[in-house]
């Protein structure tokens, strides 16, 4: 079974600095996907970013940015220029690519993000 | 806004209740998702249903079962509620092939808290 840890119960940041939160993953796997998705006090579930195992650059969505360590099973986030709308849990996700999983999703504990002004 | 549509927002009801949680997906899209958000799991994958027909299960219990119509809609059905039972539940859709390739769109939730 794939597991999701997100050692960071809680962070925060400064607005405009720069903040990375951690992601590990532990599988079997060679091919998946890795997801971080965000759930704002409105608990709406907001995806930011995704990364595709096969695919060795690093995904990029505006201020967000990941680096994706394949060998060390790491896919943590970046946020550049932190706004105080960022403020909200973030949830890292994982999903095998074949097989009988079709797309269900493991998530991670999920770290609390405060942005401060 | 997702695009997907979750109704009632908020149910309260009593221990040994049955309720019923409704999901809309995103136009055009043949996969819903069920997830449970609670304290004590975390978030957690139910079940999965593709054009009407169920995909993949995973820690949903007995008590819980789903259906997705001709029109794509999808119910959640939960029953004998327990205490255990209060979380938030969120129904995702994804696009036509419903594999791991698709991008989830999740929808606002429903609140239920079982008294």
């Known amino acids: 079974a794939q597991t999701v840890t997100q050692s960071q119960p809680e962070m925060s940041v400064q607005e405009a600095e720069t903040v990375t939160l951690s992601c590990t993953y532990d599988?079997?796997?060679?091919?998946?996907?890795l997801f971080w998705y965000k759930q704002p006090p409105s608990r709406q579930m907001i995806l930011v970013i995704r990364q595709e195992a096969y695919k060795q650059q690093n995904a990029t969505e505006n201020r967000f940015s990941v680096n994706f360590q394949k060998a060390a099973k790491s896919f943590s986030l970046k946020i550049s220029d932190s706004q105080l709308g960022d403020t909200a849990m973030y949830f890292c996700a994982f999903t095998r690519a074949g097989g009988t999983s079709y797309g269900k999703l493991t998530f991670g504990q999920g770290t609390i993000l405060t942005v401060h002004p | 806004d997702s695009g997907v549509t979750q109704t009632p927002k908020h149910l309260i009801t009593a221990t040994g209740q049955r309720v019923t949680l409704r999901c809309s997906p995103r136009s055009g899209d043949l996969s819903v998702y069920w997830y449970q958000q609670s304290l004590d799991q975390g978030l957690q994958f139910l079940i999965q249903?593709?054009?009407?027909?169920?995909?993949a299960k995973g820690n949903i219990l007995e008590r819980f079962s789903a259906q997705q119509f001709p029109d794509l809609h999808s119910e959640l059905n939960l029953s004998s509620l327990e205490l255990g039972d209060s979380a938030l539940y969120f129904c995702a859709s994804s696009g036509l092939a419903g594999g791991p390739s698709d991008t989830q769109y999740f929808g606002p939730g429903t609140r239920l808290t079982v008294l």
């Open positions: 249903y593709y054009n009407g027909e169920e995909r």
């Open positions: 599988t079997s796997e060679n091919n998946y996907y």
